[in-house]
């Protein structure tokens, strides 16, 4: 029997990215393999993200093309998972009445046998949502030809937050960490098969183990137990981790900088807005003076630190003065670089039934403005290395060159050369910066 084609199109965040190789691995254990052209595919997945307006949108559009390429193809099965499948699942089915599955974020594990039943029971929509929930112990099936580099692992799902203006809590659900030894089994498994570096996801990593125990012994387990527990494992030469809410920031996490050799010195730490009366609003529960205190003591712990974030800009009822602030703490930092968006409502937060939106061409200019002093800070932070030598590792050797990253993140490219490979680690020196990345000069191997 012909081998049966799968194609994944994923939307949004590095939690879609890890969930569609979650997603991969479970239809290859069904006797799938994956394809690299949507037009080959006996099966195609779009795996969206719904954490503005423009992502469901673009989903909408890809399915009435999808309608097309069915009609021709009739035998074509055509599946929507992530956030927009679980907020939007039966509207979409009703609608586009050739879509065959909606797996909803909790049921991605199961893919395989959820197509199996729709080829025996038609169209399904499965997208129930549990508090009490296991996350599955996928183990790692990395063929030795394939090994990446560098590999995500998922610590937790869901969010108990509820900002405001956020989908995740009703996309995803509430709080799960994994269990320990599944995260330290699954790290371990990946750098014996030859990984570099891992990052740990989450939508809220420093909340993880809070919510549910995550290890057969009894008493707290942390985040910086986690971190300090993967970063042993032999042969592991870089960690990251993804996502932070400054709410949970401790001292024993920032300490973690200065303690593990293998812990990159990159923080992404959403601030959202720079005014107490915005923060109060998207409930956020801390104010700009603690964010900046936690700015503070993280960069005593670990100088050298490149901080990130991400911005918010027109979010209802922020007046010029709200949004000065935002400025302002973007002038106090000096973030080495940030994501911003203009606000938009979302299906089923509290912040869509708010009064006093913002007019879209004031959220343009207000975002104008602050991507345009946020692009100037950048360079001149990328400046800061120049003539400085950095370890980096190596992520694509082509004619035009190398391209690697430094433990800050910092995407460096350096004269092409046959002597390196994917996840090997140099030493370069930074000769020139850009806005958005470093040029350098490999110095002589080792
Ligand atoms: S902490 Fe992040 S994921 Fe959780 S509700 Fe807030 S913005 Fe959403």
Redesign the pocket.
Known sequence: MDQKVFFIKTFGCQMNERDSEIMAQSLSNHGYVEGMDINGADLIILNTCSIRAKAEQKVMSMLGYLRKTKIKKPDLKICVAGCVAQQEGKKIISKMTHVDLIVGTQNIYNIGELLNNVSINGPQVITHLEDKYDIPNLIPDLSPATVPFRKFVTIMQG?N???T??V??HTRGREVSRKVNDIIDEVAILVKAGVKEITLLG??VNSYGKTNSVSDFSGAYSFSDLLRDVSKIEGLKRLRFT?S?PKDLTDELMRCFEDIDNLCHQFHL?VQAGSDSVLKKMN?KYTVDQYLTQVDKLRQYCPEIALTTDVIVGFPGESAQDFEGTMNLLEKVQFHGSFSFKYSDRPGTRAIVFEDKIEESVKSERLARFQARQGEISLNRNREYVGKTKTVMVEECSEEGVKSRTETNHIVHCAKTTELKPGDCVDVTITHAGRHSLKGQLKPLR
Request: with cysteine.
């Open positions: 969010c937050n509820y900002c203006y956020c995740v809590p939508q809220n996502t809410n959403p956020r």
